[in-house]
């Protein structure tokens, strides 16, 4: 292939201005060349078998998380779940309420569910504490919003990340409505108190979540917060109506975060044993497949009405959950 | 024709001198935001996006606005001179890239920036805003190009020319509606769930576009002389103010429409507040919110919409 300077100065000027740099140009001038030098990857290389394979993995068809907030009466007690959190995962501490990374964190009432009311909820209950996590929507915005698919949802409901593509633009932490996110502003490692040498730390300029103890669950562990909360969260399969956390939220009454917005979350809040309608006419009826809410009747929490001006809203509400 | 950037005065190269100095200064800034993480910026939990943000969108927005006056002028409609076309075409082409590297400086992982190649999600407007403003790059760029040349050796520019502004017209215009998407993807924090939200940001990045074109082409004329050719200012000006004025035909709808503004009058959906409301549009001041600084940016606009208009009517 002859080339003139004038074409050789244009290919190389439009490489360099593109940020293409040496390799473009070289294939640009000598095509084929610099790829018959690299080895062809390995052929029939087998899938590396699972970690701990042999343990009994705790599974299920959809995850669901059923906080009890009869049982948190002190800060303290989320305090407690927050800091087993802390130690498993290697969550970084700060000072700077700026560069606070948390995966679950200490909320007022009106935080965790803002513009909620309804009868039930009384001052007692507004003034509690609440453990406000990653709820791992069934139509996650954050995934939607994800330029990457760094954040992703599972089969399973778990909607995981993946640390290693994120590239921190933080897209997913507007869009999600729970502020479950956090972003790495400076470099976590230089403010984790307790490592824990099994599980990875991040690095700067990425955003991490509460992974629903992906990891534990693997290995047939509960996660780390319903472990230290002494018998405050249950964990456990909603898709399988007679599972404990499905038995649990039949008998009980409990309330979902930002309901209207559809998200579909998988965090439930006791509130109050169910005294309203009687335990037989209230098993949960979960769709697995659906991503929008089931009937308001059958779902107590969707009965709950808007407090303060919101509480027009809810004729609209309950035509939208018929859907 | 690169041979031009080479000669020059005093002045021009006072000015490249000046412009490297900045380039020099602000990079190194930015090695240091590149060690230290997002934390030098001074962002945060709860204001998570500043200035790279909104500079990323204006310039993306400038960047595509342009195509009111490269449509103009190859498609001819009306008058638009030749010259004006090319320095907008090259403006749009720069805005582009601007917008691009406030996007990088943005990022937590800059490094990892063609993940965005690599692992593309077509759901996210994101991916979408940097295709169509890659395709709108290359275009304006060759468009220039081949225009410029054309001037240069006083020849007609090549057809192809006229095919490619067709191309560019839904390119240009997809940029500011997927970057109103990207707001959108926000609605889990009620900050823009209205539709007119697109047609308000295309009207607003015409209007901030063709202005920065304009005060562009006046500096351009003020300082070098450069003849731009007959009414080209009044020309760009005139597209500016009927940008200008959709947009504020748009947020005027948007006002009526939203519940709890100054001027809510049909209620749409529903009856309570809506988040935004008191934040962008009350008559009055509440905490934390910016309602002072948008009513300034307003009165700041009339300010120059009119001197703009007692400026163009003198020089006609």
């Known amino acids: 292939m002859t080339i003139n300077r004038r074409d050789f100065l244009k290919i190389a000027g439009i490489s360099a201005v593109l940020g293409f740099g040496e390799f473009t140009a070289y294939e640009l001038l000598r095509p084929g060349e610099l790829f018959a030098k690299t ?8 899938a590396a078998p699972p970690q701990d394979a042999g343990l009994r993995a705790l599974t299920a068809n959809r995850w669901a998380m059923a906080v009890d907030a009869r049982k948190f009466n002190s800060p303290e007690d989320v305090q407690k779940c927050s800091d087993a959190c802390k130690r498993t995962h290697n969550v970084p501490t700060f000072d700077d309420a700026r560069r606070d990374v948390n995966w679950l964190r200490t909320a007022t009432f009106d935080q965790t569910f803002p513009g909620l009311t309804d009868d039930r909820i009384t001052d007692a209950l507004i003034k509690k504490p609440y453990a406000a996590l990653c709820n791992h929507c069934g139509d996650p915005p954050c995934v939607r919003a994800c330029p990457t698919g760094a954040t992703f949802k599972r089969k399973d409901g778990i909607v995981a990340m993946d640390y290693h593509r994120c590239i921190g633009c933080r897209m997913c932490m507007a869009a999600c409505p729970y502020g479950a996110r956090s972003f790495n502003f400076s ?61 649990l939220l039949a008998a009980n009454y409990s309330i979902r975060r930002r309901l209207e917005l559809g998200t579909e979350p998988g965090v439930y809040y006791i509130i109050a044993p169910d005294t309203v309608n009687p335990a037989e006419n209230s098993t949960p009826n979960f769709d697995k497949n659906s991503t929008r809410n089931s009937d308001g009747k059958s779902r107590k929490e969707n009965v709950v009405a808007p407090r303060r001006e919101e509480r027009k809203n809810s004729d609209g509400k309950s035509k939208k959950g018929g859907k | 024709m690169l041979e031009k950037a080479l000669g020059g005065g005093k002045l021009y190269w006072g000015w490249m001198t000046f412009l490297l100095v900045v380039f020099i200064v602000g990079f190194k800034y930015y090695l240091r935001q590149f060690g230290a993480g997002m934390a030098l910026t001074g962002l945060g939990r709860e204001v998570s996006y500043g200035l790279y943000a909104s500079q990323f969108m204006f310039f993306a927005g400038v960047s595509a606005s342009t195509i009111a006056v490269t449509a ?54 994101l991916f979408w805003v940097l295709t169509a403003m890659t395709i709108n790059f290359a275009l304006n760029i ?38 109103s998407f990207m707001y959108s993807t926000a609605a889990g924090t009620s900050t823009a769930v209205y539709a007119i939200t697109a047609a308000r940001y295309l009207a607003s990045s015409f209007a901030g576009g063709l202005l920065h074109l304009y005060v562009f082409c006046f500096a351009l004329k003020t300082v070098s002389k450069y003849d731009l050719g007959e009414g080209a200012l009044k020309t760009l000006g005139t597209y500016a103010v009927i940008a200008l004025v959709l947009n504020f035909v748009f947020m005027a709808m948007q006002m009526v429409t ?59």
Not at chain 1, 39 to 46: E, H, L, N, S
Request: charged fraction near 15%; aromatic fraction near 8%.
């Open chain 2, 142 to 179: 060759s468009i220039g190009w081949a225009a410029l040349h054309a001037q240069y050796k006083d020849v007609t520019p090549p057809d192809w020319i006229v095919l490619a502004v067709y191309v560019s017209i839904p390119c240009a215009l997809s940029i500011p509606i997927f970057i």
């Open chain 1, 39 to 46: 080895p062809a990857p390995p052929k029939g290389t087998a």
């Open chain 2, 72 to 125: 103009a002028h190859h498609l001819q409609i009306g008058k638009t001179p030749g010259r004006v076309a090319v320095l907008a075409e090259f403006l749009s082409a720069v805005s582009a890239i601007i917008s691009v590297v406030f996007l990088i400086a943005n990022l937590g992982q800059p490094t990892r920036l063609l993940n965005l190649l690599f692992y593309p999600a077509f759901n996210s407007p």
């Open chain 2, 258 to 316: 939203m519940p709890g503004t100054a001027l809510t009058f049909f209620a749409g959906g529903t009856l309570s507040a809506h988040p935004m409301a008191s934040q962008l549009y009350s008559p009055t001041y509440i905490e934390g919110s910016v309602v002072h600084g948008i009513w300034a940016m307003g009165l700041m606009i009339l300010t120059v919409l009119y001197r703009v208009t007692v400026a163009v009517r003198a020089k006609a």
């Open chain 1, 187 to 247: 470099d976590p490692r230089e403010h984790i108190k307790e490592f824990n040498r099994e599980f990875p730390t991040r690095t700067k300029g990425v955003v991490e979540k509460c992974t629903f103890c992906s990891e534990r669950l693997q290995k047939g562990l509960l996660p780390a917060c319903v472990e230290a909360s002494g018998g405050a969260v249950t964990v456990g399969d909603i898709a399988d109506p007679k599972s404990e956390i499905s038995t």
